[in-house]
C-alpha cells in the first residue's frame, strides 16, 4: 500500500530513540524468493530520550514471529514498521521475517544481481530487511550468520567461523544500520595484504563473479595507496583484520562503504586495459579510495541524522580529491573538479532543485544524494581549509577523530572544532551549509597612480532560491594574485577574506597598474561575474602562474567567442584562436592541461551563461555554434594537429597513470578536431591498431563525429557484446553523437535492442543518461526527447524509483527555454507526476520542479 500524500520530515524535529542497542544477531537463511531473517536485538532505555515508543522501521516484511524476553508478541504492524510495548527496562526482541530479494528489483535491502545476494542500506534500506530501528544515530555491534547454499558468504567485520554451508562474522565497531552489508554467491577473489603503520595485517579481497579476475588488479593497487596516504596525511589506520570489495553488476549508485565490506557497482572497480578507458581507472581509483576513506569519516564517525549527510560525503570528497591531487596532478584535477562542479552542481543550485548543503527538510533522502551536498560540500571543507591554513586544518580534524571517534555526529560538532582550534567564530561560515544558492561575485577595480594603489571591490549577491528569498552575506574566500604589465607576477597569492555584501581591498606600493588573477584555484564555488577584454584575458591565458586561471582566462575566451557566435553567427575570436594555439605548442606544459585547454564549454553551459543574461538560450543555435566552432578551430589548427597527434602517441606498454594518460588525452582531443577535417581517415587507422579501451573508443567516436563509423560500430558490438561494461559504452556513444534531430529516435531504437534493460541501472544511464546529456537531442523543439525520457522514467519507476528519481532531475533546467519547449517539458513531467502509485521518490522529485 502506497502513502497518498507523503510526508517531510524536518531537521528541527530531531530527537533521540527512545532506546539504546547493544547488540544484533542477524541469522539468514538464503532463499532467492524466500529468505529468512532472524533478529536478536538487545534493547534499553534511552536514558537521553524522553520517549518511550517502540517503534521499529520495517517495509516489505513479511513478519512470522516476534517475542519479547522470549515470550510471543503480536505488535501492530503497518507498511512502515512497528509498534509494540516493552518492558521498563532492558528486554531481548526477536523477530523472523520472509522477504523475496529475487524480486528486488529496487535494489535497496537484500536483493540478487547475477545469481549473487547482495545488499544496499544506505540511506533507509535495512528496514526491508528485518524491523529495526533503522536511523544513523542508532549504533550497535553486529554478529551475522549466514546459511545457503552459496560458496561464498560475507558480512561486516572478521569471519568468526564457517562450514559446509554457513559462515559467521562479526563486526566488532558499533554502526548504524546502514552500514550492514551482506555478500553470498559463487565468487573468486583477487586477494592481497597490506600491513598498518601500526603493524596490523590486513587481509585484501577483491572479490567479483568467475569472468572477472583479470579487471581487479588496478583496483587493489588503488586500495593499497588509498590505505597508505590516509596514514601519512591524516594518520589514520585500518581497524579490521580484513576489507572486502565486491563488485555488483546492477547497483544504483557508484560504491557503498560498509564496514569492512564496500560494495562496488562493477563499473566503479573493475577494468582492464583492453576494457576500460583512461579515464574510467582514474574515476575507479578515486572511487576506491573514496569508499576507503569513509572508514574513518562516515564509519568510526558517523552522521546524527540524514540532514548530516555532507558531514561524511563532503569530507570524504574533499579527502579523495587530496588524495587524486596528490598521487595524480593537482590542477588538473582542480579544474576537472571545477568543470563538474559546474556542469552539475550549479545548475543544481540555480534551479527548482536547489537546497542547502545540510538541507532542512525532505521526503525522500534518497533525492538528498546530490552535486551540491556531495560537491559543493567538499568545496565548503576546501574554504575552511584556506580560511584557517594548512596546519591549523590538520589539527582540527585531529581533535575531531579524537572527540567524535563512535559518535554519530552533525555539522555543529565538526565545526567546533575548527573554531576551539582556532579560536575563529565561525558563525558567519556555517551560512554555507544552511543558505542555497551559487553568490555571484562582481569586482570592481581603482587604480591611483600616483599613490601605486591598487583597490579591488567586490560585491557578492545569492539570488533567491525555492524556499528562501532572502540571503546574507556570506564568507568569501577569494584568492588574488597580481600581474606586472610584462606579465611577471608583482603580488603572490593571497587569500582576501569576503565577509560584507560589499568590501574592498588594497594593495599599495606598486609601480604600474597590475592585471588581477582573481580566485586563483577556484577558492570559492562562486560565480565570478567580470567581463574582460578578449585582450585581457588573453594576457592571463599567456601568462598567469596559477594553472587553474590560466585555463579559467581561455575558458572566458571560448565562452565568449561562442555566445557570439550564437547570437550573430559571428567568426571565433582571434584571441581565443592565437591564445590556444601558442598554448598547444607549449611542451613545457602538461598534455593533460593541454587537452582541458582545448575543451569547450558544454552547450549545457552556454545556454546556462544566456538564461543567467535574461536571455531564452536556443538549443539547436548553440549546437550549430558548437559545431561551428569545433570546424573553425581544426581549419586554424590544422598544420599543428598531426604533429600533436603524433607527438603524444605512447610506445611504451599501456599502463593507466597520469602521464600516459594524459598524453592519450591530448592526442584524443585532436583526433576529435582532425576527424572534422580528414573524413575520419585518422580514426579508422586508430581503430584498426588500437590495443587498448581509450584508444578503441576515441577512434570509434573519432569515425561518429566524421559522419562514419557503422561497420566498426558493429565490429565492436560483436567483439564486446559478452562484457557488459563495454557494451554501456557502445550504447552511450551512439545517443552521445547522434544529431540533434535524431537523438531521440536513436536513444528510443537501442531501448529496443536485445541487450536493453530496465532492471540494470548502468545500462538505463547508458542510453537514457546519454540522451539526457545530449543537449540539443534532449531539448530538442519537438518534445521528442522530452516525452521518450518521460515514457522510460515512468516504465522505470514501477521497478527501481531512486534511479529513476535520479534521472528526472535531467529536466531540472527545463523553464530556460521558450514557451514551446516549456509546454513540451511540462506536459512530460505533469504526465510523469499523473502516474497511478508513483514512488514517493519520483514525486517528490517532479512536484519539485513543476513548483513555481
Ligand atoms: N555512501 C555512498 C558513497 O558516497 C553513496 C551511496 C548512497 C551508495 C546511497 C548507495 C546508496 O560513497
Ligand atoms: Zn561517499
Known amino acids: 500500500m502506497k502513502d497518498a500524500s507523503p510526508q517531510t520530515i524536518y531537521l528541527k524535529d530531531y530527537t533521540p530513540f527512545g532506546f539504546t542497542v547493544e547488540s544484533v544477531d542477524l541469522t539468514f537463511r538464503l532463499a532467492p524468493h524466500a529468505t529468512r531473517v532472524l533478529s536478536k536485538i538487545r534493547f534499553a532505555p534511552n536514558p537521553v530520550a524522553s520517549d518511550r515508543t517502540f517503534f521499529l522501521h520495517g517495509e516489505e516484511l513479511t513478519l512470522i514471529s516476534a517475542r519479547i524476553d522470549g515470550t510471543e508478541v503480536t505488535p501492530e504492524v503497518t507498511d512502515k514498521g512497528l509498534t509494540c510495548a516493552v518492558p521498563e527496562g532492558a528486554f531481548t526482541w526477536e523477530a523472523e521475517v520472509e522477504i523475496d530479494p529475487a524480486n528486488n528489483t529496487a535494489l535497496e535491502g537484500l536483493y540478487m544481481s547475477s545469481g549473487m545476494y547482495c545488499t544496499q542500506c544506505e540511506a533507509e534500506g535495512f528496514r526491508k530487511i528485518t524491523f529495526y530501528p533503522d536511523r544513523p544515530d542508532v549504533m550497535s555491534v553486529f554478529t551475522v550468520r549466514i546459511e545457503g547454499d552459496v560458496p561464498v558468504m560475507l558480512s561486516n567485520g572478521n569471519k568468526q567461523g564457517q562450514g559446509e554451508g554457513w559462515a559467521e562474522w562479526h563486526d566488532p565497531w558499533p554502526k ?168 552539475r552542481q550549479f545548475p543544481e543550485d540555480n534551479g527548482p532543485l536547489s537546497h542547502p548543503v545540510r538541507p532542512e527538510s525532505f521526503q525522500e533522502i534518497n533525492n538528498f544524494y546530490t552535486a551540491t551536498v556531495y560537491e559543493k560540500g567538499a568545496e565548503v571543507i576546501g574554504m575552511l581549509k584556506r580560511l584557517v591554513g594548512d596546519e591549523a586544518y590538520y589539527k582540527a580534524v585531529d581533535l575531531y577523530f579524537e572527540r567524535h571517534d563512535g559518535d554519530a555526529a552533525t555539522i555543529e560538532d565538526w565545526l567546533k572544532v575548527f573554531e576551539e582550534t582556532t579560536g575563529r567564530d565561525l558563525s558567519q561560515f556555517k551560512r554555507w551549509y544552511s543558505q542555497s544558492g551559487t553568490p555571484r561575485l562582481t569586482v570592481e577595480e581603482a587604480w591611483d597612480e600616483g599613490g601605486g594603489t591598487y583597490t579591488l571591490t567586490f560585491r557578492q549577491e545569492t539570488r533567491p532560491t525555492p524556499g528562501q528569498a532572502e540571503k546574507l552575506p556570506q564568507v568569501i574566500p577569494i584568492a588574488v594574485g597580481l600581474l606586472g ?56 591565458l599567456a601568462h598567469d602562474t596559477d594553472p587553474f586561471n590560466r585555463w579559467e582566462a581561455g575558458r572566458n575566451l571560448a565562452r565568449a567567442t561562442l555566445l557570439d557566435m550564437v547570437e550573430g553567427d559571428a567568426q571565433p575570436d582571434a584571441d581565443y584562436l592565437d591564445g590556444i594555439t601558442a598554448v598547444l605548442r607549449d611542451r613545457a606544459l602538461d598534455p593533460a592541461l593541454r587537452a582541458q585547454m582545448l575543451a569547450l564549454p ?97 577512434a570509434l567516436s573519432g569515425l561518429l563525429i566524421a559522419g562514419k563509423g557503422e561497420a566498426q560500430l558493429q565490429a565492436f558490438h560483436d567483439q564486446w557484446q559478452d562484457d557488459r561494461l563495454v557494451m554501456d559504452k557502445w550504447f552511450g556513444l551512439q545517443v552521445a553523437h547522434a544529431a540533434p534531430a535524431q537523438a531521440a529516435e536513436v536513444a528510443q531504437r537501442l531501448t529496443e535492442h536485445p541487450a536493453f534493460t530496465l532492471t540494470n541501472p548502468n545500462r538505463f544511464r547508458a542510453v537514457m543518461g546519454a540522451l539526457g546529456m545530449n543537449h540539443a537531442g534532449f531539448h530538442h523543439a519537438s518534445g521528442k526527447g522530452y516525452a521518450l525520457m518521460a515514457d522510460k522514467l515512468i516504465a522505470l519507476d514501477a521497478k527501481n524509483p531512486q534511479t529513476t528519481a535520479r534521472m528526472c532531475a535531467l529536466f531540472q533546467t527545463w523553464r530556460r527555454y521558450d514557451a514551446a519547449h516549456q509546454a513540451h517539458a511540462k506536459a512530460a513531467l505533469e504526465r510523469i507526476a499523473a502516474t497511478p502509485d508513483l514512488s514517493r521518490d519520483t514525486t517528490e522529485m517532479v512536484t519539485r520542479m513543476l513548483a513555481v
Not at 230 to 241: I, M
Not at 506 to 525: M, Q, T
Open 602 to 698: 558544454s552547450q549545457s553551459e552556454i545556454a546556462q551563461q544566456l538564461h543567467d543574461r535574461g536571455q531564452t538560450p536556443d538549443p539547436e543555435a548553440i549546437y550549430a555554434a558548437h559545431e561551428a566552432l569545433k570546424l573553425r578551430m581544426a581549419e586554424h589548427l590544422q598544420d599543428l594537429l598531426p604533429v600533436l597527434y603524433a607527438e603524444n602517441q605512447v610506445d611504451a606498454p599501456y599502463s593507466p597513470d597520469a602521464e600516459q594518460a594524459g598524453n592519450r588525452e591530448l592526442a584524443m582531443a585532436v583526433l576529435g578536431l582532425l576527424s572534422r577535417i580528414d573524413g575520419g581517415a585518422q580514426a579508422a587507422r586508430q581503430y584498426d591498431s588500437a590495443d587498448n579501451m581509450t584508444l578503441q573508443l576515441s
Open 176 to 343: 548504524p544500520a546502514y552500514l550492514f552489508a551482506l555478500v553470498a554467491g559463487d565468487l573468486v577473489n583477487h586477494p592481497d595484504r597490506f600491513i598498518t603503520k601500526s603493524g596490523r595485517e590486513v587481509e585484501l579481497n577483491i572479490w567479483v563473479r568467475k569472468g572477472d579476475l583479470h579487471k581487479c588488479a588496478f583496483g587493489m593497487e588503488a586500495l593499497k595507496k588509498s590505505m597508505t596516504w590516509d596514514e601519512e596525511v591524516y594518520g589514520r589506520e585500518y581497524d579490521l583484520d580484513i576489507f572486502n570489495i565486491v563488485a555488483v553488476d546492477d547497483f544504483n549508485m557508484g560504491a557503498m562503504e560498509n564496514k569492512g565490506l564496500n560494495i562496488f557497482n562493477s563499473s566503479a572497480v573493475l577494468a582492464s586495459p583492453e576494457t576500460a578507458t583512461d579515464m574510467n581507472f582514474e574515476r575507479i581509483e578515486a572511487i576506491i579510495a573514496h569508499e576507503y576513506f569513509h572508514n574513518w569519516t562516515g564509519n568510526r564517525i558517523t552522521c546524527r541524522d540524514w540532514f548530516q549527510l555532507c558531514l561524511k560525503e563532503g569530507l570524504t570528497v574533499f579527502r579523495d580529491a587530496q588524495f587524486t591531487s596528490d598521487v595524480r596532478s593537482a590542477p588538473v584535477k582542480r579544474i576537472g573538479d571545477v568543470m563538474d562542479l559546474r556542469a
Open 485 to 540: 604589465p610584462n606579465g611577471d607576477e608583482v603580488r603572490p597569492t593571497e587569500v582576501l577574506e569576503m565577509t560584507e555584501a560589499e568590501q574592498s581591498f588594497r594593495f599599495e606600493g606598486l609601480a604600474a597598474r597590475p592585471a588581477p588573477s582573481i580566485l586563483r584555484d577556484f577558492s570559492a564555488p562562486v560565480i565570478l561575474d567580470r567581463s574582460l577584454t578578449s585582450a585581457e584575458n588573453a594576457f592571463l
